[in-house]
């Protein structure tokens, strides 16, 4: 057999650890990741939409009182007697624009959980490499070179001994 110089084992080896420290921050980031995407989701698709739709009932029914106390207001039995409703007009105005409001921000949020849910979705393919390169292809790397620093391990035992 001819003559190896194998006399730095130990630099193979802490490239062997690197290979695995890595594997092991690839899959913690890759699991961040999904959880961050998954948070971002839900309160894009689930919670927006959930917000403006309560608001929207909110105000439908603040605006329907708003509108009972101005027709009570106008409704009398003379047209003499009438009082002047100018509050009561200036409630249902307000009511009725924070309903367009509330209803304009609903419909943003659901365009809104469209497009995210679609750019996550791309998104998911490039973790799905880093997944695999941190739970398969980087772990399989460091076995093959402990697998190679052994033999090398006891080449050099029999070169010695």
Not at 27 to 46: G, K, P
Not at 101 to 115: G, W
Request: hydrophobic share 35%; glycine share 4%; charged share 35%.
């Amino acid at each position: 057999m001819t003559h190896s110089d194998v006399r730095d084992i130990d630099s193979l080896d802490q490239l062997r650890l690197a290979v695995e420290r890595l594997a092991d921050r690839l899959t913690l980031s890759s699991q961040a990741l999904h959880a961050t995407i998954h948070r971002v989701e839900e309160h894009f698709s689930i919670e927006q939409p959930a917000y403006w739709r309560e608001q929207i009932r909110r105000a439908e029914r603040e605006l329907t009182a708003a509108q009972d106390q101005l027709s009570r207001k106008r409704s009398t039995v003379r047209s003499g007697d009438r009082v002047p409703a100018t509050e009561e007009f200036k409630i249902v105005a307000r009511w009725k624009t924070r309903l367009r409001f509330c209803q304009d921000r609903e419909r943003l949020a659901r365009r809104v959980a469209i497009e995210l849910n679609q750019e996550c979705e791309k998104v998911r393919g490039p973790i799905a490499a880093l997944v695999e390169q941190g739970e398969v292809s980087l772990p399989k790397a460091a076995q093959r070179l402990l697998s190679l620093i052994d033999r090398l391990r006891a080449y050099q035992d029999g070169q010695s001994g």
